[in-house]
């Protein structure tokens, strides 16, 4: 029979095995860790004061003893970590408000915090301000959304007042794809311990499972969709810069998962956050009281958004590097940035002032909207603005007020066609657009070349996190989470080929949550 086959039989006894191995995972649940998850103990909580109940005997000396505030105090020494077996970034908390976690110490009243991290995880104390949500009230304390690598931690502590020592703390918070639950503390060294034979054997059956399975797949040649598949309609606006990695992962997520519709109608940064706020309002029915739902757009932004739309939830997707590109008769292929701003502030009219060719310097822009102009004016001109547009043509100057001819273009594209066009033409654009064009070469920025490898050390200054926005968080099964899930997922290695550097992984971590970028 048909049924008896040598691969049906084969399928049956994988499946019988990982019956069998799910069975034990359920029993063994408790001590399997989860993909992602934050652990938390208390370490200390001791009595400060003189007056404490169950607090056992102390003796105080200094402002211990004068302050009379202190008669109750007590102090808990709390600690949180990454206990799970992936990285948490900051945008895998869930909570709508602007901290991830909140310590709630029953009975008893926060009064003061200290936070401290283990030597070379220095740079997570820069998530530790009000801006991004700490503070306590009442016995509650609010802690950020503080990314954590692998078994990396931080330690609150706490100084109450009020209550008992040894009264209840709660660490909660919502982390996608994981959880929050407290822990206890493993061997003396924090190395996890040698699994049980249990576990070794749980271990071997899934593995043995997985792969006569993924045999039995690869000779079938049935390929299944990713996981971040979803159905529907989706609209992805937003920067230029980045529409041409947009535009592969949207080629890419449709053809991996049928019933998807993704349309990319990039117009600049600005101008897609506008219209992903003002789309979502109306569907939201004028973005008053609680929220229905989200619409069916994301937007992709050279840089954050501005404070102005705080219904707007981000992801941190991508560094996008951008570089300064020169006509090829401008033969200079360095510059300073005290040189740059002198250009863009109108005091360089031709380049033999530079030490480059007797030429005329033009200046050719993208407009008010565009994600890569605000990033220059931020990231290269220290917050400058560029002069105001002096010709229309970028080959005459009408407007004789301004210094140097200065033209506003609509795309990267246009931008590079007319440097590479006009002698003594000087322009912007996204690292990889222009890669190999002719009439046009890039410029290196205080001696430092436009790349994406080694951002952390290099410190390249023209670069920006490039964040995707969705009004509010969109549903789990929605299109909208499920094309972000693929960008910081399967589609890294198109972020990566665009010469961008991935948000998601660890090298990407670190400058992401830089607040320097």
């Known amino acids: ?37 934050i652990g938390y103990r208390v370490q200390m909580d001791t009595a400060i ?70 030597a070379g995880a220095d740079h997570l104390m820069e998530h530790f301000t009000q801006g991004a949500g700490l503070r306590y009230e009442g016995s509650t304390l609010h802690i950020p959304r503080v990314p954590l690598n692998r078994g990396q931690h931080y330690k609150l502590l706490v100084l109450l007042t009020g209550g008992p020592v040894g009264g209840e703390v709660i660490v909660s ?6 959880e929050v639950q407290p822990n206890r503390s493993t061997t003396l060294d924090d190395k996890p311990p040698v699994l049980s034979r249990p576990a070794r054997l749980l271990t071997v059956l899934l593995t043995l499972s997985v792969i006569t399975l993924a045999t039995i797949i690869v000779l079938r040649d049935d390929d299944p969709p990713p996981i971040e598949c979803a159905k529907g309609e989706l609209t992805v606006l937003g920067s230029t810069a980045f529409a041409p990695v947009a535009e ?49 757009l994301l937007t992709f932004s050279d840089g954050p958004k501005s404070d102005g739309f ?12 951008f570089a300064l590109v020169v006509n090829d008769r401008v033969r200079l292929t360095n510059l300073t940035l005290p040189q740059v701003r002198r250009l863009y502030r109108g005091d360089v009219r031709n380049w033999e002032q530079l030490g480059g060719p007797d030429l005329p310097v033009v200046l050719v822009s993208r407009g008010s909207s565009s994600g890569t102009r605000d ?96 009004y509010g968080r969109p549903p789990a099964d929605s299109l909208a989470s499920g094309f972000l899930a693929y960008a910081r997922g399967s589609g890294l290695d198109v972020i990566r080929t665009h010469g961008h550097l991935p948000c998601a992984t660890p090298e990407g971590l670190r400058v992401c949550g830089d607040p320097e970028g």
């Open 1 to 37: 029979m048909e049924w008896l086959s040598t691969e049906n039989t084969i399928a049956v006894l994988t499946a019988v095995l990982g019956l069998l191995a799910t069975v034990g995972a359920l029993w063994y649940e408790r001590r399997v860790p989860r993909r992602k998850r």
């Open 49 to 118: 004061g003189d007056n404490v109940r169950t607090g056992g005997a102390n003796a105080r000396l200094g402002l211990f003893d004068e302050t009379p505030e202190m008669s109750d105090a007590t102090l808990v020494l709390l600690r949180v970590e990454n206990d799970g077996s992936q990285s948490v970034s900051d945008a895998d908390y869930t909570g709508r408000a602007p901290h991830g976690l909140t310590a709630v110490f029953s009975g008893r009243t926060v009064r003061g915090l200290a936070v401290t991290a283990p």
């Open 310 to 321: 705080p219904r707007l939830a981000e992801t941190r997707v991508a560094v996008s590097v």
């Open 248 to 296: 592969e992962l949207e080629e890419k997520y449709e053809a991996d998962c049928p019933g998807s519709d993704i349309t990319v109608s990039a117009h600049g940064s600005a101008a897609g956050v506008r219209e992903l706020d003002d789309e979502g309002k109306r569907f939201t029915g004028g973005g008053g009281g609680r929220a229905k739902g989200s619409p069916p």
């Open 173 to 178: 918070g919502g982390l996608q794809a994981g």
């Open 375 to 470: 990033t220059l004016q931020r990231r290269v001109l220290a917050g400058a603005f560029e002069l105001k547009a002096s010709s229309n043509d970028c080959l005459s100057r009408d407007d004789r007020s301004v210094p140097v001819t200065r033209c506003e273009l609509d795309s990267t594209e246009q931008v590079l066609d007319a440097v590479a066009r006009i002698p003594g033409a000087i322009g912007y654009s996204e690292l990889r657009s222009a890669e190999g064009l002719d009439g046009l070469h890039r410029l290196r920025l205080d001696g430092h070349a436009a790349t994406a490898e080694d951002l952390e050390r290099s410190g390249y200054p023209y670069r920006e996190i490039e964040y995707a926005y969705t």
